[in-house]
């Protein structure tokens, strides 16, 4: 489905338009200011369906659920046949959401009622927004299609339009399966950048094989945008939120770039580590083979990148640069599916079991922030490590459901 033919209603009833002005983050805001530059034309309609949307999350207590039902129908209804599509409501992340939260229950409803409408095409599909609350992997499509992916399953995605996109092999989504042979259509430069977006939260693990055969292995609590093919004759670029090791496919004509808010990494055919959570405010790379050349994000300057080799870190704090020699293995090995540590800062160590385990870590005994820690970890539980990890510090925690709470022993 193209926004180039979107009217106003159509906006409203997207999902991924829907992010952008509730819910934006970089990414999404990166997307829609660039489509706006590319379609001025469109901005007038863009800026009514943005202000109807504002409008319906400010209107928790004049509407009632009826009203509501009422003001959707009429937007689906208003939509053009072949892409009538019922509103994917965007999941809740603040107060302001809760007037959307009522529109939701009333078409949960309707689709408990009317499975038989639905059998018979008159909506040709219905997407439904993961759970928050429920961990859980998923892929955004250019379209705003948002698909909730099992580690278990296996077999192809389509869009909104019933279009192969991706290939899952379980906990692998494979691009190259599927791009290869449409390269020379897709891949001339004439086209449009058609961009995928990879969510992995806390507690999971997911690997993407591009269209160019570069792999790349996301960490837990990672984003990864990129597009679907690779254009011939333009740069590679990928954005990153969190944590990847990229095995990058060589390709002198067509660098490969790992973008991030702070520090970008350049490189043409190569194996590294990124690692770029905007929660901890920090960003490195660590090259295992080859070269790669890391430069400030905003990079007005020009300034040429500064080129590391094998078994070098480089680290952006305070708006500078710096490189040093580290075991690549401290890196890399959650790749693997380990924790290891060696020498590590007991902050770190909370920092990394959240990740791996999904859950919150409140330490209230502020000393042992700087106790240093050494270990490595392969199927153990979070109960076992927080034993271990009591005998370089005396602590006591407490642990219900998801939350861990980590005190001051009481012995003298």
Known sequence: MKYTKYNVEDFVADAYFQKWVLDSDGMTNTFWENWLQKHPSKKPVVEKAKELLLLMSQQKDTLSTEDFDSMWQHIIEQRDDKSATRPTLLPKRHSGFQSFLKVAAVFIGLLATGWGVYQTGIFDRIEMVPDP???????????????????????LITDAEGTAVVNQQQHTLVYNAISAGEGSKKGTGASPVVYNQLTVPYGKKFDVVLSDGSTVF??????????????????????????GYFDVTDDKMRPFTVITDDMNTQVYGTEFNV??????????????????????ANNEEGIKPLMITPG????????????????????????????????????????ELERHFNVSIDNQYKDLEGKRFTGTFTNESLEQILKVARAYGKFEYTIDGDQITITKTNEE
């Not at 405010?281 to 400030?296: A, D, I, M, P, Q």
């Not at 693997?336 to 902050?347: H, I, K, P, S």
């Open 275 to 296: 690692s770029s959570y905007k929660n901890e405010g920090n960003t490195s790379t660590v090259l295992v083979e080859g070269s790669v050349g890391v430069y400030r």
């Open 312 to 351: 070098q870190r480089a680290v952006y704090d305070s708006d500078e640069i710096a490189v040093e020699e580290v075991p690549i293995r401290k890196y890399v090995a959650w790749k693997d599916g380990l924790l290891y540590f060696v020498d590590d800062r007991f902050e770190l160590l909370l920092k």
């Open 218 to 243: 996301l960490n837990s609590g990672s984003k990864l945008r990129y597009p679907v093919n690779f254009l011939s004759g333009s740069p590679r670029d990928v954005y990153l939120d969190g944590e």
């Open 133 to 155: 609350a429920v961990p859980q992997v998923t892929l955004e499509l250019e379209d705003g299609t948002i698909k909730v992916l099992d580690e278990n399953q296996s077999g």
